[in-house]
């Protein structure tokens, strides 16, 4: 996980479902990992939270990215033209 962060650089990393079940022991562990072997440069405005989406973050999210391809204004003027 330090090599995507180093690679990407996240403004954020977001546990969810079960792990978001094991309190902040789980992301106080993923922090000093990452820290641990990522560069200084990448972690220092890192955040490492739990999701807000409730039990099901993985199908929500999947949902919401589904919606918003279906309906971005490419797709909505692409399905207009069609008809």
Same mark, same amino acid.
């Given at each position: 996980?330090?090599?995507?962060? /180093? =690679?990407?650089?996240?403004?954020?990393?977001?546990?969810?479902? /079960? =792990?978001?079940d094991a309190g902040e022991r789980l992301p106080a562990g993923i922090r000093e990992t990452i820290r641990q072997g990522a560069t200084p440069l990448a972690t220092e405005r890192l955040s490492i939270v739990r999701t807000a989406?409730?039990?099901?973050?993985?199908?929500?999210?999947?949902?919401?990215?589904?919606?918003?391809?279906?309906?971005s204004p490419d797709a909505v003027d692409s399905a207009l033209n069609r008809r």
């Open positions: 996980m330090a090599l995507r962060v /180093d =690679l990407v650089n996240p403004a954020w990393i977001v546990t969810g479902g /079960d =792990l978001s989406r409730g039990e099901r973050p993985g199908p929500v999210g999947a949902a919401a990215a589904a919606l918003e391809d279906v309906l």
